[in-house]
């Protein structure tokens, strides 16, 4: 019998690892929720309406059509034995395994105040994007039904959590606001819209240098976005967000539209493998992998990609993006192809840092890329290639490098659309 490869997860890193299994001698069975790789980094686009929710999407079926030894399926992974080799479905499915890939990604996570998810939508998944679109138009029709004015909580939005995504998100709301709905409404004034950055955070985007947060603050504060860190959120409600300065003292900000750009959680089929595996956790759930990113004791379970802690000299782990998930998943994809035919092992994981980076608007971001620091239109232009090269489908790069070109010359979004239920009424 061929040997039997089980990945649960078709992000980023369960698509690497299928990838590399591409010459392999064996059955390889992809599990996912979802039909399709969602690239996630372009999410806040789908959000602000520049891309439409197939522009960063690719069927797995399709992305698999030609590799024969891929088998993808619909469904959500509820339990993991270990002892036996083998992973239940939630609708009762049991799929054996030689060999397990972990890729399940992570999810959205209030730190214990899921009260106020319904009042400030994430940022994780495409319908978390359809509904971030939903609100930011909609305020500004309410604020148009309303006449409102000046500072206004339909025309307030705050966007909770000062890092990459966050900092997209505000940049592109105040492109919004100044430029594309400029001309669009009678009686309110878009461009006077009050956008504002909150995060407990000593500053803005922590993941990068000081150096380059203070670029990107200068940047933000050109188009109009106001940061505020040092400050810790107390409650979100349909009035707007309570927050605590440092010496204690609280203040409230008036606002309907509230944006959650906060932190990650572990997904429950983790926690799962860590008492089924008896596998070693961190304090926020990890998985501690070994240096080939196989759990103690099972070589024949791998743990990649936001899930996955890998210790570093510093002590710290890797950070949860792209690149990381990429990296791991092809990886652990090489070592069982190597396995397979009997060859040695691969050296211990070594992680490559090709930089970070974050878009702030229109010919304005920052970037450290193979140790330089970029800002401004630089920095935005390796920004936007590194994203084309990494879309999936050849098919989707065009379209997103037609609609951003047309965006870059007429501040247009062609994905205005208000979908869905009227979270009023919910």
Not at 140 to 160: C, H, M, N
Not at 362 to 384: M, Q, T
Not at 386 to 391: A, E, F, R, T
């Amino acid at each position: 019998m061929r040997h039997k490869v089980l990945i649960l997860g078709g992000g980023f890193a369960g698509l690497s690892a299928a990838r590399a299994l591409k010459k392999a001698d064996a059955d390889i069975t992809l599990v996912d929720r979802r039909n399709f790789h969602l690239f996630q980094p372009l999410l806040y686009q789908v959000a602000t309406g520049t891309l439409s929710p197939s522009d960063i999407a690719g069927p797995l079926r399709s992305i698999f059509s030609k590799q024969r030894n891929v088998r993808v399926l619909l469904g959500e992974a509820r339990d993991i034995d270990a002892a036996k080799r083998v992973v239940t479905l939630a609708d009762g499915t049991a799929l054996e395994y030689d060999t397990l890939i972990v890729a399940a990604g992570s999810t959205t996570t209030y730190f214990g105040h899921d009260d106020w998810a319904p009042h400030a939508p994430c940022l994780k998944s495409m319908e978390d994007a359809v509904e971030m679109r939903h609100r930011i138009y909609f305020a500004f029709e309410k604020a148009e039904l309303e006449g409102a004015e000046g500072q206004s909580p339909w025309l307030t939005f705050v966007i909770v959590g000062a890092g990459a995504t966050g900092v997209e998100l505000a940049g592109a709301l105040s492109e919004i606001a100044r430029k594309t709905l400029k001309d669009d409404f009678r009686s309110i004034h878009p461009e006077q819209s009050q956008l504002l950055i909150v995060d407990q955070a000593p500053r803005l985007l922590p993941a990068f240098s000081e150096h380059l947060a203070m670029k990107a603050e200068k940047q933000l504060l050109e188009l109009g976005v106001r940061v505020r860190c040092g400050l810790r959120v107390t409650c979100i409600d349909s009035d707007g967000v309570k927050l605590e300065r440092p010496d204690g003292t609280s203040f409230e900000i008036p606002s309907k539209t509230v944006l959650w750009a906060g932190g990650v959680a572990i997904p429950g089929i983790v926690k799962d493998l860590v008492h089924a595996a008896d596998a070693p956790a961190d304090r926020r759930g990890l998985v501690k992998v070994q240096p080939d990113l196989t759990v103690p004791n099972h070589p024949e379970i791998f743990v990649v990609g936001d899930i996955a802690f890998v210790e570093q000299e510093d002590g710290r782990g890797l950070p949860g993006v792209a690149q990381v998930a990429m990296q791991q998943g092809k990886y652990a994809g090489q070592t069982i192809l190597r396995r397979l035919k009997a060859q040695g092992p691969l050296p211990p994981f070594q992680y490559s840092d090709r930089g970070d980076l974050a878009v702030i608007g229109r010919a304005a971001a920052v970037a450290k890329v193979f140790g330089h620091e970029l800002w401004g239109f630089p920095a935005w232009f390796v920004w936007a290639f590194i994203h084309i090269l990494y879309l999936i489908e050849f098919q989707s790069r065009i379209i997103v490098m037609i609609r951003w070109a047309f965006q870059y010359v007429t501040f247009s979004r062609g994905a205005r659309l208000i979908t869905g239920a009227d979270h009023e009424k919910n």
